[in-house]
């Protein structure tokens, strides 16, 4: 019997459009594509008012809307186009400063903004809302807690089983976003001069409320895998149960919680600028910060907390075990029986859910989930040396300490969704029509906590550099700049087994042999699953020679060159999001051994050239209105980049699914956005021989040595370093033409542009697949291994028309 709701889900995917299976090979039966539309505004307001010589004011108002509209934006849902939603990005902002000349020697400067972030995504239209709610799409049932719902959003769906890609219903557990941020501050710099010295002191105080929108599993989540044999309800195709109504198992939030984040920042500072001789000036000054740790404005956000976790009170797993033959679930202190698909479920009425989880509300931990940071000195001291009293050459150097005071509000935001505040229970084996009756088993869940004693992120710069202006209007600089950081954000996994954990006989599956038990069953910290704790543990390098040579614009040209040759090391390049998995260091191994090294966005050498030349008027040669019209006022820009390729981590799978480490630490790769494979495994293969292929033997199909990397036996973690090869580098030429049109007086013209990007449309290698994969014997089986296996883009060409006045 066909179920009405499980058929008012299926009814949202659109029919097949691709039938050709000559094409498809019974792969898909679906091709979408769309192109976004994304209105831009942007909008600057300034005023200045002199009421006397001794005052100034001004202010000045900025807008910027940006909105991306379609199916596959930021925040969205499904990408085969299951509904139509902004991704609306407004940043609006205000400053008013007043400037006084108190007398010849002291001046005061005051300024006061605000600023104001929204991300928001509510559908396109009422229409396209209609399209994937219940009453709309005829799905009838309720859901456990409708009140989290008050759009009547059908739930999401999932179809596992499948083979291939199988078509989904996905949304973004924020869906409609409601992003907000709000940022106030208030700046003072009083400065005065005296003989040979100029002294400035002063503060700078902000406010930040941070909000990124409440998110959950708010409408449930079914899943109607056809790959759970267990299920009685099972057809054996993923679409037919669904039909049916008939899930493997069903997940809704308890809750949707909100709110925003509060914080502050005061730094005071004093300086002096003191001109020691005619050919020696000397800077030297401390600046004091202080700060207060994100904290939930209404005090909804909990955190883990070791020192409060007590093992004793961790609830009961169901065990597998076999009764009369058949695999079930038990509580091993009362011997009852569950169906096996809640083996690793909590037993419900045992232990503390909420074992080691703190609420902001609690007077006696910390506002924030850590310490209050002391008040914090940053010193700093530079000189400039005119070696000859010319102005043509000058000695420069510089140190100096500075704290990163303000922490992303995304990590704010995940203390939001631990419980008590929120839980994820699922029901098992049921049919839709019933899900409302049943009863809903938590299994362990991830949480998030804090390092109690924090420390503040601090950065360690240092420089010392050499100019010349050589004449012909250009000046050659040469410089070595440094720094290194310390106390940065890092997430560790303190739940994780250990290395082996899965070997051990006493954690083997007693009802199938040679199967371990599930993780949860032997973690450290029983009763949750993994344990992300936020902590101030991570440190990066930098060290560059840094030459430029630049040319003034003088008769019509100018251009520069700049080159660098660095390198930068870090354990994770990553910034926060999500759970911080993304910053995730070892727990186990050392992280000076497992995880530090390269960054991902690292290249040794950058060398950019740049140049302007505004191209020789024909009619100075031939004096006629139509030459003027025509060949006058062009304009030719470019810019030429030729950079090293960054680090490329390499990781494997094999083909035999054989467990190699037993457990242990993941992935001592975390790429930022510049990574050539930023969502590298977790495996490290062992290196047996040199990768790097000299540049006059790689190619497209073999970049790297893929014999230098071999399958580690049972037990060995992999010894291959995060940074052991490099990805292709870039060489790049982008132009722009311009073409001016006086319309007029001085301020007004029309400006013709040209832009073309990769203007020689070069081919440029990008990604690498550097996955290997293999087999039993140890074999490498993956013949794209070691190959270059996507591209930059292509020559790209944009031409606009620009009015000024």
Do not use: C
């Not at 499980?6 to 000559?22: I, K, S, T």
């Not at 898909?28 to 539309?37: A, R």
């Not at 973004?172 to 001069?193: A, I, M, W």
Request: hydrophobic content about 35%.
């Amino acid at each position: 019997r066909i179920n009405r709701s499980g058929q008012a889900l299926v009814g949202v995917f659109p029919l097949p459009n691709a039938l050709d299976r000559g094409v498809t090979r019974g792969a898909y039966n679906y091709n979408f594509q769309e192109s976004l539309d994304v209105p831009k505004r942007q909008h600057v307001a300034r005023i200045d008012y002199h009421p006397s010589p001794r005052d100034a004011f001004y202010g000045r108002v900025s807008t910027w809307y940006g909105d991306n509209q379609g199916y596959n934006v930021a925040a969205g849902g499904s990408a085969w186009g299951l509904v139509k939603l902004h991704y609306l990005f407004t940043d609006d902002s205000g400053l008013f400063n007043y400037t006084r000349v108190v007398s010849n020697a002291v001046v005061n400067e005051a300024s006061v903004s605000i600023r104001h972030s929204t991300e928001n995504g509510p559908p396109l239209s009422d229409a396209d809302l209609a399209g994937v709610t219940k009453a709309q799409t005829g799905f009838t049932l309720g859901q456990l807690n409708p009140s989290i719902n008050p759009l009547g959003i059908i739930p999401q769906a999932r179809f596992t089983g499948v083979p291939g890609n199988p078509a989904a219903i996905t949304y973004d557990g924020r869906t409609p976003l409601t992003g907000d941020d709000k940022l106030y501050t208030f700046n003072d710099t009083l400065t005065f001069v005296r003989g040979a010295h100029t002294y400035k002191a002063g503060m700078y105080v902000e406010h930040v409320r941070n909000e990124e929108g409440p998110t959950a599993t708010f409408a449930g989540l079914y899943d109607f895998s056809s790959a759970d044999a267990n299920n009685p309800g099972n057809t054996g195709y993923a679409y037919a149960n669904a039909l049916l109504g008939n899930f493997t198992s069903y997940t809704e939030s308890t809750t949707r919680p909100g709110g925003g984040g509060l914080a502050n920042v005061a730094e005071w500072f004093a300086q002096d600028t003191w001109r020691a001789t005619p050919k020696l000036t000397i800077d030297y000054g401390l600046r004091l910060a202080w700060y207060t740790h994100y904290r939930h404005e209404t005090g909804g956000a909990s955190a883990f907390s070791l020192e409060r976790y007590d093992p004793s009170k961790a609830p009961r797993l169901y065990f597998p075990a076999l009764v009369n033959g058949v695999r079930v679930g038990r509580d091993a202190v009362t011997g009852a029986t569950v169906p096996a698909v809640l083996i690793g479920a909590l037993v419900p009425g045992t232990g503390d859910l909420t074992n080691g989880i703190v609420l902001a509300t609690d007077g006696s931990y910390p506002s924030g989930f850590k310490d209050p940071p002391p008040l914090l000195p940053e010193p700093r001291v530079g000189f400039a040396y005119d070696l000859k009293g010319d102005g043509k050459t000058a000695v420069r150097a510089s140190v100096g300490i500075f704290h990163n005071t303000r922490m992303s509000g995304n990590v704010n935001w995940q203390a939001t969704r631990n419980p008590p505040l929120q839980l994820n229970p699922q029901i098992f084996y049921g049919s839709m029509d019933t899900v409302l009756q049943s009863t809903g088993f938590n299994f362990p869940s991830d949480v998030q906590g804090f390092e109690k004693e924090t420390r503040t992120p601090t950065l360690y710069s240092y420089s010392l550099g050499a100019q010349r202006d050589i004449g012909w209007g250009t000046v050659v600089d040469a410089a070595y700049v440094g720094s290194q950081s310390r106390h940065l954000l890092q997430t560790r996994n303190l739940n994780i087994v250990p290395y082996g954990a899965h070997f051990v006989p006493a954690n083997q599956d007693p009802t199938r042999a040679g199967v371990a038990l599930a993780d949860n069953f032997y973690r450290p910290l029983p009763g949750y699953a993994n344990v992300w704790f936020f902590e101030n543990s991570g440190k990066a390098d930098y060290n560059a020679l840094q030459v430029q040579v630049n040319r003034r614009f003088t008769k019509g040209l100018q251009f520069g060159l700049a080159y660098t040759l660095s390198r930068s090391r870090d354990y994770t390049s990553n910034n926060e999001t999500g759970t911080g998995a993304n910053m995730q260091i070892a727990t186990y191994q050392n992280p000076d051994v497992w995880n530090y090294g390269l960054s991902s966005y690292d290249q040794t050498h950058v060398a950019v050239i740049n140049y302007v030349w505004d191209l020789p008027r024909a009619s100075a040669r031939w004096h006629n209105a139509v030459v003027r019209g025509l060949l006058d006022n062009w304009q030719l820009s470019g810019l030429t980049t030729v950079a090293s390729g960054a680090p490329i981590y390499v990781t494997y799978t094999t083909v035999d699914g054989a467990d190699i480490t037993g457990g242990g630490d993941t992935s001592r790769f975390n790429g930022g956005p510049g990574a050539v494979n930023p969502t590298a495994g977790s495996l490290v293969p062992n290196l047996v021989g040199d990768p790097t292929l000299p540049s006059s033997q790689r190619s497209l199909t073999q970049w790297f040595n893929p014999a230098a990397f071999a399958r580690p036996a049972r037990g060995d973690a992999g010894n291959s370093p995060k940074d052991v090869v490099r990805g292709p580098g870039v060489t790049n030429s982008d132009v722009t033409l311009f073409k001016n049109i006086p319309l007029g007086g001085s301020a007004r013209k029309l400006q013709l542009r040209w832009e073309i990007y990769n203007v020689f449309n070069q081919v440029q290698f990008a990604t690498v697949d550097s996955t290997a994969r293999f087999d039993a014997a140890g074999n490498q089986v993956n013949a794209r291994f070691g190959q270059v296996i996507s591209t930059r883009p292509p020559r790209v060409m944009q031409i606009a028309v620009r009015f000024v006045f």
